[in-house]
């Protein structure tokens, strides 16, 4: 039988079989007994994706899928296995049970928090204190929880400022913090002290230790004193002083998953968690009216806000919102529920279109909706495509919420681009500017494209009844944490 005998389902392209026929002749073979099963097909991406990581940098944070080799970033210090770490429920949710139990006993000899090493605390956070609780979570070993909470433990340091807005690098031995030289007048960035509660709020449930949930819930009630200009918050929050610095303000880079944790909060709390309801709807009335925008062509797009002058311009990041406008929909009031999910579906349709007006069918870090263009990145230093899940991720919410099958054909243009563009001999990598008709490979395979854009691709394909949303938040590093139900505390593990 070849690959146009077989009979494939209908948003499936011929081109992908042949090109799988020609480079991985079992995934090829089994695509056609399954009639080229989709979910299937991430999970051969999964594990090219691991299989080299495990050949060139097994214990590394990162591959570099061209030099083959490890890659070291400085967001994880001198922490090691960042690949190992975030990857972890992916192969548990693909049931790739030979990789899950090397990988965890590789945790179990090799991860080690005592080093004398300057973290982001987001990035560790969102990525080892994550990877760490779902992992816990869905297979039950101990060793998981028990180094979620000892790394937990070592960021609590990070929260020693005056106002208890967490520093965002800290050195794990000394414990000294300090904030990115960068950052608008010394301040703290919001989309990373706002991303800590999910994970903060689980540690404290798994430890019986309430200091993790009393430092988040902190973060809270500073940003409620503050006045918001506009009832937007800005990107900026100075520790020390407890006042906004820069008044730039993105649903994007910066901003984004602080607005995703208000949300998810609530919903983690099993709908209990009011103030963080009230907090995301707020922001949602405050982002709708002053941020979001239609294009002359008809696209609605998510514009930044410096000082109360609008830049046009949309980030690959800011796609996520579209799953979240979704996600929330069922809770918005004012019987705002169908406004909410045809906001996501237009932020999903606008993101798609910024892949579809590449040569490569791959968003572009940035794209524009000024000087005469539509989401179309036009600056050379915002082409390139880190091979980011935002825009597959929304594409997964939006089908679950409305089961519309265009989501899971867009899904699948972008698993043939990747496949076409990204996939190496050696993994897969970044892009350098994806209006190029030749790549030129960025030469890393992100921890990210394990943890979030192949687990997006493989939920996108399955059936609802894997990780329901019913017991399910993903933190923004799409690692699954259970809803703390108000009647069973403790009987989220057995949800799967
Ligand atoms: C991930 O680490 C997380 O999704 C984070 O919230 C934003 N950036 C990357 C992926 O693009």
């Not at 990070?158 to 208890?164: C, E, L």
């Not at 449930?205 to 940003?223: Q, T």
């Not at 000082?307 to 996520?320: D, P, R, S, V």
């Amino acid at each position: 039988m070849s690959c146009t005998e077989s009979e494939p389902a209908s948003f499936m392209q011929e081109s992908l079989c042949q090109k799988l026929k020609t480079t991985v002749s079992i995934c090829c073979g089994f695509l056609l007994n399954q009639h080229y099963n989709p979910a299937f097909v991430s999970l051969q991406m999964m594990k090219h994706a691991w299989d080299n990581y495990k050949r060139y940098a097994w214990g590394l944070n990162e591959l570099k899928p061209i030099s083959k080799q490890g890659h070291s970033s400085n967001l994880f210090g001198n922490i090691q296995g960042a690949t190992i770490v975030d990857a972890l429920d992916t192969l548990y949710i693909m049931e790739m049970k030979e990789e899950f139990k090397e990988a965890k006993e590789w945790v179990e000899k090799n991860l080690d928090f005592n080093v004398n090493a300057e973290i982001s605390v987001f990035e560790v956070n969102i990525r080892f204190v994550g990877g760490l609780l779902s992992a816990y979570y869905l297979s039950g070993e101990e060793v998981f929880r028990k180094k979620a909470v000892e790394l937990g433990e070592k960021l609590l340091p990070a929260f020693n400022t005056p106002t208890g807005i967490p520093w965002a690098l800290l050195n794990i031995k000394s414990g000294i913090g300090r904030n990115w030289p960068w950052a608008s007048g010394g301040s703290s960035i919001l989309a990373e002290f706002g991303t800590l509660h999910l994970e903060f709020v689980h540690l404290s449930h798994l430890s019986g230790n309430p200091v993790f949930a009393e430092k988040v819930m902190n973060i809270r009630k500073v940003l409620n004193r503050l006045d918001k200009p506009e009832g937007l918050y800005p990107n900026y929050l100075n520790p020390s002083s407890g006042q906004w610095g820069q008044h730039h303000v993105s649903i994007g880079g910066l901003g984004d998953s602080f607005y995703e944790y208000l949300l998810k909060a609530w919903l983690m709390s099993d709908k209990t968690d009011e103030e963080g309801k009230k907090m995301y709807y707020d922001a949602v009335q405050a982002i709708e009216t002053h941020l979001i925008r239609k294009s002359s062509g008809g696209l609605t797009y998510i514009a930044e806000w410096k000082g109360g002058l609008l830049e046009h311009k949309m980030g690959h990041l800011t796609c996520f919102a579209g799953g979240m406008f979704a996600l929330g929909a069922d809770g918005a009031p004012n019987d705002k529920t169908g406004h909410h999910i045809e906001l996501g579906a237009e932020i999903a349709r606008t993101c798609h279109e910024s892949y579809d007006r590449t040569s490569m069918k791959l968003g572009p870090e940035a794209f524009r909706f000024d000087g005469g263009v539509e989401a179309i990145a036009t600056r050379q230093n915002e082409k390139y495509y880190i091979l980011r899940p935002e825009v597959i991720e929304t594409y997964m919410y939006m089908w679950r919420l409305t089961h519309d099958p265009k989501y899971r054909q867009w899904g699948w243009e972008a698993v043939e681009a990747l496949e076409k563009h990204c996939r190496v001999d050696g993994g897969y990598s970044g892009i350098r500017d994806v209006y190029n008709n030749h790549e030129s490979h960025d030469d890393v395979q992100q921890s990210f494209f394990l943890s979030e854009t192949l687990k997006y691709l493989y939920l996108l394909f399955s059936e609802d009844d894997l990780l329901p949303f019913e017991h399910w938040v993903f933190n923004t590093e799409a690692h699954p944490l259970p809803v703390l139900h108000k009647d069973n505390g403790n009987k989220e593990e057995n949800q799967k």
